[in-house]
């Protein structure tokens, strides 16, 4: 996948997660599993991955000392769990996500070249 798909993939999914819900973020990452040839999967994995860690990243920033206490409280609610671990198992749903994203994507891609293929 180009770099130029893989932004506006991240962008899409963005843009979905801001206006729509976080579970529509999985558009970009259906969008990112259409442009990718190779490995579609994976580069919807990255693309949910690199925006949901940029949308992290943005809180951490913007309220930081909000964002640690809900992590904290989280934490404890999980258990005697490190104040890290609400935010792994976050990236790590949208790695799964992502992955499901690019999967799916990759479904017209392929059917469409092998579409041109046979006609």
Known sequence: MSRKNFII???????AHYFLGWQYSIIGAFLAGYFSHKSPVRSGALTLLVSWGALI???????????????????AIVGEAPAF??????????V???AVGG???AVPSKSKTKAERDG
């Open 9 to 15: 993939s991240v962008l899409v999914a963005l843009i």
């Open 57 to 75: 990243a943005y809180n951490y920033v913007v309220a930081a000392s909000e964002v640690m206490a809900m992590t904290a409280v989280v934490a």
């Open 85 to 94: 671990l609400p935010v792994a198992i976050t990236l790590f749903i949208s």
């Open 96 to 98: 799964l996500m992502g």
């Open 103 to 105: 999967w799916a994507g």
